[in-house]
């Protein structure tokens, strides 16, 4: 096949994973050569596991590194690999909207990086493409290599940041060192949006997590201990033994047992989020075809990606309701091809911090004045309360019978009682969604908030609206109410201002993007009733969709 040759990993991953596998062993052979341990499965399963994924994953590594090819071309990143099974995969160049570099320990100390290809898109076209590992001037060549050619192939701005300071040629270095090509990164022009800051830590500790920590460090450290020989058991009781338990009595021993399980669990994830988030920065880092969002962390692992701020259309703050009352907030870019749905997605753009940091860092991501995200929202109808109330009472009542039913059945003829201890909070519930709801035009952003157990609040670029989905149940239809969505190509592809006024809702799509609704609605013969959709009418293709023919439609 023509083009560029195709190239192997960087061969020191082979070295690397026969040290791991040699470490892997060590727990093994240092439980029966040193602690005298008897060689037996019940005790010695622990680190005999440890050594068979060591030796195993090193085993696959090597394997991995003799099958594996990739280059790069002028139109795609191409992988092949595979022992039994070949698979040859690509990712158009144009089509990668992140490039992300990371390293464990054993990588850092090689000077290894694993590179991710992303376009956040399904199918082999755009899934992610990693090379595992090349060395560190490889990874950054072609971190500046891809992004280049991505911001090559973008038919142009959508209203991003970079959108007004994007040169079409390119230049030279500041410092004299010549010419430096389109799209190249550079660094020392990045200007720091954020940095970690350690109180941000509370908000990442206090959680029901802590406590699964605890179950963990717990289970680990007695089933290690087991493995070397060592009773954990008589550890136990001899710390124990200091407290006089049943002068405590039952009551103060639950207590304190589940206290001291939650000081542990919240010390095991402060410590945790010290080592993820260590030197934690976002920077915006220009080149000469715009700019990158860079956000790099880590102190075992380190992680540095790159996201093109091309494909920026805007920042969606959520936050958790069990931590509302302490200003918590989650904060992620809404931006096209990068996948949402992962335990560390690449729209996240700072750690779980306060929600005033959070605001001000989107003002900054977003380059907008005044922020989107301090704007003040207008409140929704007064029906739209009466809506999840009327939900929540169907739900307690439907609730009540079902434990009534089966409450007959098992003989427990009190237990649909607990519906109606449950009543009170379910309405609260319901008025807490209600009071989230809100929704106001900022500058060119569309602001929408709601959400229960998250109130997730999103700043939308208007020119990235591609769409209007409008919304009306039988129920909403009674209410005067309606949901109107904005469909985009970026983030959840959806957001949605929902149990508006009806008669708002064309004057809302007209102030965030003049033009694409108002010509599918129909003036009224007189003033009095509302305008309605054309007869027959469901959808039009690319712009609005109406779930319903014969929709009465306020203008």
Do not use: C
């Not at 070295?15 to 727990?27: G, H, I, K, T, Y």
């Not at 940091?357 to 029906?383: M, Q």
């Not at 592809?493 to 609704?517: N, S």
């Not at 007189?526 to 293709?541: I, K, Q, R, T, Y």
């Amino acid at each position: 096949m023509s083009g560029p040759p195709w190239r192997r990993l960087d061969s020191r991953v082979v070295w690397v994973d026969a040290v791991r596998s040699l470490l892997s062993l060590a727990p093994a052979g240092l439980a029966v050569t040193v602690f005298r341990v008897e060689p037996r499965l019940s005790t010695l399963w622990p680190v005999l596991a440890v050594a068979v994924i060591g030796v195993t994953g090193a085993a696959r590594d090597l394997l991995r590194w003799l099958k594996t090819r990739y280059r790069v071309t002028d139109e795609r990143v191409e992988l092949r690999t595979g022992l039994l099974l070949r698979t040859h995969r690509s990712v158009r160049r144009e089509r990668i909207r992140s490039v992300e570099a990371t390293a464990l320990l054993r990588h850092r100390l090689a000077g290894l990086r694993v590179v991710t290809v992303g376009a956040g898109l399904s199918g082999t076209d755009g899934e992610a493409l990693r090379l595992d590992a090349v060395t560190v001037a490889t990874a950054e060549r072609l971190r500046r290599e891809l992004l280049r050619g991505a911001a090559a192939g973008h038919p142009g701005p959508v209203g991003g940041p970079s959108a007004t300071r994007r040169p079409t040629s390119g230049g030279s270095d500041p410092a004299g060192g010549g010419p430096i090509a389109p799209g190249a990164l550079l660094p020392e022009r990045a200007v720091v949006l954020a940095r970690i800051r350690w109180s941000w830590i509370v908000h990442n500790v206090v959680n029901w997590w802590a406590f699964v920590m605890a179950a963990g460090l717990f289970w680990g450290t007695y089933w290690t201990a087991q493995s070397f020989g060592l009773d954990a058991v008589d550890a136990v009781d001899a710390v124990a033994g200091l407290v006089d338990w049943r002068s405590l009595g039952t009551g103060r021993t639950v207590v304190l047992g589940v206290a001291a399980a939650g000081v542990l669990g919240v010390l095991g994830m402060a410590v945790a989020f010290v080592a993820e988030y260590w030197n934690f920065r976002l920077l915006r880092v220009p080149t000469l075809g715009g700019s990158v969002l860079r956000t790099t962390h880590g102190l075992f692992k380190t992680r540095e990606v790159d996201r093109d701020d091309d494909r920026l259309r805007g920042v969606e703050i959520a936050e958790p309701v069990l931590w509302r009352w302490m200003g918590t907030a989650d904060t992620n870019v809404i931006t096209t091809g990068l996948a949402v749905w992962s335990m560390t997605p690449a729209t996240t753009i700072l750690p779980r911090g306060p929600l005033r940091v959070a605001r001000t860092v989107a003002a900054a991501v977003l380059e907008a004045d005044p922020n989107p995200l301090t704007a003040p929202l207008r409140r929704h109808p007064r029906a739209a309360l009466r809506r999840r109330a009327g939900w929540a009472v169907l739900t307690v009542a439907l609730a009540t019978g079902g434990l009534a039913v089966l409450g007959e059945s098992l003989g427990a003829t009190r237990i649909w009682l607990i519906g109606v201890v449950l009543a009170p909070l379910v309405l609260v519930a319901a008025v807490v969604a209600y009071r989230a709801l809100g929704h106001t035009v900022s500058g060119d952003h569309l602001v929408v908030r709601s959400g229960l157990v998250s109130r997730a609040t999103a700043a939308l670029r208007g020119r990235a609206v591609i769409g209007w989905r409008v919304r009306q149940s039988v129920w909403q239809r009674r209410l005067g109410l309606a949901t109107l969505t904005a469909t985009t190509a970026a983030g959840h592809g959806r957001y949605a201002a929902i149990d508006v006024a009806a008669a708002d809702v064309t004057a809302l799509a007209e102030q965030v993007l003049p033009g694409l609704l108002a010509p599918f609605t129909v003036a009224p013969a007189d003033p009095g009733p509302p305008l309605v959709l054309p007869a027959g009418v469901d959808s039009v293709p690319g712009t609005v969709r109406a779930q319903a023919t014969r929709r009465r439609w306020p203008g």
